[in-house]
């Protein structure tokens, strides 16, 4: 594997790491203050991370853009790997930092209100809105570049809201597995890791076949690359 993509690997890890340390440490502040926190974190990582690795953080996302052809079999397996140690790492962190309990706590969980059917249902229609409005406004040529990070975390954050007490609204199988590692807390696996593969693929499709421009493949590495771009080599120096 090229240095570029264990660039890449880091950063996603540590994009992981940081959506999920910062998303635990507000578990009891409320719903509103977790789901503005969850989409804030995503417009900062984006904004710091974006023009490294693509700015993905999520496992949905990257095999969103996986179907796509926009990174390849090899380099999206690179990104989960990093993307699922990054959320364990951060869990582990909180754990150790605050107490094991919080980690519990934020371990998405399924309402008594709700089936398992219902909760992937829920996870696959905002994570479906999430990975669209990433395509729409990221891979389409078409949109303005200046609005996708907050676009992106806003989505995110209104459906962290509408699906916290419901779900936990995890839309991101990394957020749902690492705290899951900590706690051992097992019951939601189906609603955050099927929900948001299943919303990742019907986004994507409904991009693909229905939204884009027919014959339009934009070159998604312009705008934020997924693939290593080569770097040049340096020029003669301007300093004596």
């Known amino acids: 594997m090229s240095d570029a993509w264990i660039r890449n690997a880091v950063a996603e890890a540590v994009g992981a790491f940081i959506l999920v340390t910062s998303t635990l440490l507000v578990v009891g502040a409320g719903a509103t203050p977790r789901a503005l926190t969850y989409g804030l974190v995503v417009v900062g990582l984006v904004v710091g ?77 905002f994570t479906f809105a999430i990975v669209l409005v990433v395509f729409c406004s990221v891979v389409d040529e078409r949109a303005p570049l200046s609005a996708y990070p907050f676009g992106i975390g806003m989505t995110v954050a209104v459906g962290a809201f509408a ?37 990742a693929a019907l986004a994507w499709a409904f991009y693909r076949f229905v939204i884009a421009p027919p014959g339009n493949t934009p070159a998604f590495g312009r705008r934020r690359p997924t693939y290593p771009e080569p770097v040049p080599p340096p020029g003669p120096s301007l300093l004596p």
């Open 49 to 125: 991370l974006g023009h490294v690795s693509g700015g993905h953080f999520n496992p949905a996302i990257t095999l969103a853009m996986l179907l796509d052809r926009k990174i390849d079999v090899l380099g999206a397996a690179a990104y989960w790997i990093a993307q699922f140690a990054g959320a364990a790492l951060g869990a582990v962190t909180v754990m150790l930092t605050t107490d094991r309990e919080v980690v519990e706590a934020g371990t998405p969980r399924i309402a008594d209100a709700m089936d398992v059917g219902g909760a992937i249902v829920l996870e696959a229609i």
């Open 163 to 199: 699906t916290d007490a419901l779900t936990g609204g995890a839309l991101n199988p990394a957020k749902g597995f690492g705290p899951a590692v900590v706690s051992g807390e097992w019951d939601a696996v189906a609603a955050w890791l099927a929900g948001p593969i299943i919303g």
